[in-house]
Antibody, heavy 118, light 107 residues
């Protein structure tokens, strides 16, 4: 059974940091690009970043570039999102997702909630 | 950035209806488009990738078409479990961008 399990969300003050994790099982993690996608309360989906199978290539949306860093540990079948300089507008549910058939979204995690508030 | 414009933003339909949702890209994206279904409190689920390829396990009443700048998701014979919000996603250029969503409600 394929499982993507996010963790690391929570309440953080503006300007603070969080590190999200996504533990993957049930498929060959090393074969796929991986992405982070978020959804602010009552809003639509926003793609944030993705990373190539070997970590050699990464892409970000401008709104998080320079503040968020995507990484992966293939030995641990895990994806990460280091989030620094957090803002109130970063409040959202954060999902990890695989790129299967060369497109985002074949498998998704259940999401982890991040709240940025003082 | 490529803007993805979905229409309508919401619609009301009855069980058994045929529903069509459109997504327009601000520039050509070839066939690099996916469609997703999301129910409240749940993660999105991919229905279609590469504009018209049906995701494994997804009922055949879902179909996608289009290329370039205009794409369509069609749900034939709408079922009770299909009431949800639908999103398109372009995969041709970075940043990847989603449409604003279409909420399909029960009439």
């Amino acid at each position: 059974e394929v499982q993507l399990v996010e963790s690391g969300g929570g309440l953080v003050q503006p300007g603070g940091s969080l590190r999200l994790s996504c533990a993957v099982s049930g498929f060959t993690f090393t074969q796929y690009w991986m992405s982070w996608v978020r959804q602010a309360p009552g809003k639509g989906l926003e793609w944030l970043a993705n990373i190539k199978q070997d970590g050699s290539e990464k892409h970000y949306v401008d709104s998080v570039k320079g503040r968020f860093t995507i990484s992966r540990d293939n030995a641990k079948n895990s994806l990460y999102l280091q989030m620094d300089s957090l803002r109130a507008e970063d409040t959202a549910i954060y999902y990890c997702a695989s790129h299967t058939n060369d497109y985002l979204g074949g498998f998704w995690g259940q999401g982890t909630k991040v709240t940025v508030s003082s | 950035d490529i803007q993805m414009t979905q229409s309508p933003s919401s619609l009301s339909a009855s069980v058994g209806d045929r529903v069509t949702i459109t997504c327009r890209a601000s520039q050509g994206i070839r066939s690099h488009l996916g469609w997703f279904q999301q129910k409240p409190g749940k993660a999105p689920k991919r229905l279609i990738y590469a504009a018209s390829s049906l995701q494994s396990g997804v009922p055949s009443r879902f179909s996608g078409s289009g290329s370039g700048t205009e794409f369509t998701l069609t749900i034939s014979n709408l079922q009770p479990e299909d009431f949800a919000t639908y999103y398109c996603l372009q995969h041709n250029n970075y940043p990847l961008t989603f449409g604003g969503g279409t909420k399909v409600e029960i009439k």
